[in-house]
């Protein structure tokens, strides 16, 4: 007798540019290794939100978006942001306005470097670097607060104050997720980065939570380092990284750093995640929307796919989470690789090549 099948119930939302085109490939990856165990499926649900809709509506999703997102499993995010509108406003419209409302607190973004793919760094040749940015996802730089005024005092005089909110229990909860992200992994270190010593409030008090949150994870290394001293170690001393913790701002500059560092931005996998299981928890690539290269069926989408995994995990199915993982390994490996990291492979060939490298490892079975 064959057990029932788990329906995912998952919202997609592909938003702007190389968003549709980079979700159209995950999906196709993500029903895959779904048939292939025959355990799962995803019932998807589109959305075409973003900023075409806002041209029609003034709105980048409808006003009740969020009630209707709420009893997801799952949101699979694509990109946001197009010329002609501005990017404050897609961003706070659509993306921010999920990832804030559905208190999706700890952003995951994992540096993982591919076989087959070039760095920049010539330590990638010489050590295995594999590294984790955990990013406060909601508040720091990124609370929203603070206004513009005084225009009225005349041309070349308005006024912006741009607040960074930092609380002692946001602090407190991404540090311990990060100190319990870096229990699971091989190495067990955390590396917390602020700028405290020029922003004397909100950071002073994030290393202070740093400092005794630490103590309770005697198991874990820990250090404080500042931002640019960081931003230097990504690039010269990668190989001492495990978890890296860091506020909104911050940790945002310094994972694109590490896709970059690791090949390309297209390769980078996020989640946004609300760990108390509250709301929906929020799954896309680190990239933006492309518009460079949007249309052309030539963005890579690797990141895409690997947020794919990051969403099976958080579903139950690490197993199946591994299989695309590896499949991803093995493409890259036999240079499946698009224009972002000098092949030639269009967005189409690189998922074929990772749903044929999933055709031969093995299922998960039920
Ligand atoms: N999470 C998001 O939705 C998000 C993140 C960043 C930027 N944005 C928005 O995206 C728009 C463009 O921003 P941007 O140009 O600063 O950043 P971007 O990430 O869109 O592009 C930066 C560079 O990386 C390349 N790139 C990005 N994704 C790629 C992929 N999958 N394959 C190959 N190359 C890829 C682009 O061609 C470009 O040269 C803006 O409107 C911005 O606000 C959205």
Redesign the pocket.
Known sequence: MSLPTKKFRIAAIP?????G??LAAGRQVLDHVAAQSGAFSFEWTEFDWGSAYFGRTGLMMPADGLEILRDFDAIY???????G?P?HV??WG??LNITQNFDQWANVRPVTFLPGVRSPLRKADEHALDWVVVRENSEGEYAGLGGRNLSGRGPGNEVAVQTALFTEHGCERIIRFAFDFARTRPVKRVASVTKSNAQQYGMVLWDEVFQRVAQEYPDVDSESVLVDAMSARFVLRPEDLSVVVASNLNADILS?LGSALAG????AP?ANLNPERRFPSMF??????????AGRG???????IASGALMLDHLGRSTEARQITRAIEQTTAAGVL???LGGTAT?DQVAKAVLDALGSVVPAGR
């Open positions: 938003g702007d540019g190389v968003g085109e980079v995010f694509g990109a946001v942001g197009w010329p509108v990017d897609s961003l659509l993306r694109d390309s931005l297209g390769l996020s896309e690539p680190v990239h933006g929307s492309a518009p460079d290269i030539i963005c890579n989408p690797i990141g895409a698009t224009p972002d967005t």
